[in-house]
């Protein structure tokens, strides 16, 4: 039975958004893989030495190291858990996360070399990574993050009203301000619009938010729920129509697959890996980031046009349909059984 140590961001049991590493893991434990993890605690210090730790002793011993990579400061975990995998001769697979990765190939290029060119293989969770990282040297093999779609009922939303959901860090990155800047602009012809926001605080944007929505006199069409459970959220979601994605950054949001799955109408900006995601017209509208003026016109649009809400909600049951788990583990299979997907 092959064995996997995976390295990564775990911090759900903080009060953190769960990352990739809490489905993917025990996914690859129900197809029989042995799966250790390092990356639990809070404390950054604390976090780095263990994965370090767990890199030197469980890795010794495991088949594959699997390794979320990140663009910021937790590239360095990569890069260091990296070292010590080399050092041990083990095979190890840097899972490539974040849309700002491709500036990080550009300000650490011997250590992107160091980490990407001496790997297993490496992993991009969108066909936007992939041709990023191709343009700067770094082969890759596609295998998007997945979804249970049992988990997630399909509503069809063919009679949409403009009841808007976020689910994000609230982060400044995730621009979670443009929301209320987006209901602001729904109010002025419609009172009844309302705004839900879920996720928790990563910098400090929640209470900025708060403060805005005060300032905006919006903040009783406003709900602010933190960090809710996944089947929280799921449940939270029949009560809206619409999936709102503000972000500034980004590649391939887990929230936005699970919302289509759900059946929500999505509205989204659109940079770096979005495009490769949503299909403008067809399973998503897209704005440019910072446009709340457009997004809110697109948000009345397809209320005002049933036949184009039901096509967009049936449509993106369909994209998400492509991420389930069933259909994405054969190639999490064939990588580490050594054929390349």
Same mark, same amino acid.
């Given at each position: 039975?092959?064995?996997?140590?995976?390295?990564?961001? =775990?911090?759900?049991?903080?009060?953190?958004?769960?990352?990739?590493?809490?489905?993917?893991?025990?996914?690859?434990?129900?197809?029989?893989?042995?799966?250790?993890?390092?990356?639990?605690?809070?404390?950054?210090?604390?976090?780095?030495?263990?994965?370090?730790?767990?890199?030197?002793?469980?890795?010794?011993?495991?088949?594959?190291?699997?390794?979320?990579?990140?663009?910021?400061?937790?590239?360095?975990?990569?890069?260091?858990?990296?070292?010590?995998?080399?050092?041990? @001769? =083990?095979?190890?697979?840097?899972?490539?996360?974040?849309?700002?990765?491709?500036?990080?190939?550009?300000?650490?290029?011997?250590?992107?070399?160091?980490?990407?060119? @001496?790997?297993?293989?490496?992993?991009?969770?969108?066909?936007?990574?992939?041709?990023?990282?191709?343009?700067?040297?770094?082969?890759? +093999? +596609?295998?998007? @993050?997945?979804?249970?779609?049992?988990?997630?009922?399909?509503?069809?939303?063919?009679?949409?009203?403009?009841?808007?959901?976020?689910?994000?860090?609230?982060?400044?990155?995730? %621009?979670?301000?443009?929301?209320?800047?987006?209901?602001?602009?729904?109010?002025?012809?419609?009172?009844?619009?309302?705004?839900?926001?879920?996720?928790?605080?990563?910098?400090?944007?929640?209470?900025?938010?708060?403060?805005?929505?005060?300032?905006?006199?919006?903040? %009783?069409?406003?709900?602010?729920?933190?960090?809710?459970?996944?089947?929280?959220?799921?449940?939270?979601?029949?009560?809206?129509?619409?999936?709102?994605?503000?972000?500034?950054?980004? @590649?391939?949001? /887990?929230?936005? !697959?699970?919302?289509?799955?759900?059946?929500?109408? +999505? !509205?989204?900006?659109?940079?770096?890996?979005?495009?490769?995601?949503?299909?403008?017209?067809?399973?998503?509208?897209?704005?440019?980031?910072?446009?709340?003026?457009?997004?809110?016109?697109?948000?009345?649009?397809?209320?005002?046009?049933? +036949?184009?809400?039901?096509?967009?909600?049936?449509?993106?049951?369909?994209?998400?349909?492509?991420?389930?788990?069933?259909? /994405?583990?054969?190639?999490?299979?064939?990588?580490?059984?050594?054929?390349?997907?």
């Amino acid at each position: 039975m092959k064995s996997i140590l995976y390295i990564g961001n =775990k911090l759900s049991m903080h009060a953190f958004t769960p990352g990739v590493i809490e489905t993917l893991g025990p996914l690859l434990k129900k197809e029989g893989y042995i799966v250790s993890y390092a990356g639990t605690h809070k404390c950054q210090f604390m976090r780095l030495a263990e994965m370090t730790w767990k890199a030197v002793t469980i890795g010794r011993k495991a088949d594959y190291i699997l390794i979320d990579t990140y663009s910021t400061a937790a590239f360095w975990y990569a890069y260091l858990t990296g070292r010590f995998a080399r050092l041990l @001769n =083990k095979k190890y697979i840097p899972i490539l996360h974040g849309g700002e990765l491709p500036a990080r190939l550009e300000k650490s290029k011997m250590a992107c070399n160091g980490l990407f060119l @001496n790997s297993y293989a490496n992993v991009a969770v969108s066909g936007y990574l992939k041709d990023e990282f191709k343009k700067s040297g770094y082969h890759t +093999v +596609v295998i998007p @993050n997945s979804i249970e779609i049992a988990k997630y009922p399909f509503k069809l939303r063919d009679q949409p009203a403009a009841r808007l959901l976020w689910v994000r860090s609230f982060h400044k990155q995730y %621009n979670p301000q443009m929301a209320a800047d987006v209901l602001a602009k729904l109010l002025k012809n419609d009172p009844a619009a309302t705004l839900c926001m879920v996720g928790p605080d990563k910098d400090g944007s929640m209470e900025e938010f708060r403060q805005y929505i005060r300032q905006q006199g919006i903040e %009783n069409n406003v709900k602010v729920t933190g960090r809710i459970t996944k089947d929280e959220w799921i449940k939270l979601s029949e009560d809206y129509d619409f999936f709102i994605n503000t972000t500034n950054v980004d @590649n391939t949001p /887990v929230s936005v !697959i699970e919302a289509m799955a759900l059946g929500m109408c +999505v !509205i989204s900006t659109n940079p770096g890996g979005i495009p490769y995601l949503l299909t403008e017209g067809t399973d998503a509208l897209l704005v440019k980031p910072g446009d709340y003026r457009a997004m809110a016109n697109k948000i009345t649009h397809i209320i005002n046009d049933p +036949v184009l809400a039901a096509s967009l909600s049936k449509s993106g049951r369909h994209k998400a349909e492509s991420f389930d788990w069933e259909q /994405v583990k054969g190639k999490w299979i064939n990588l580490l059984k050594r054929k390349m997907v």
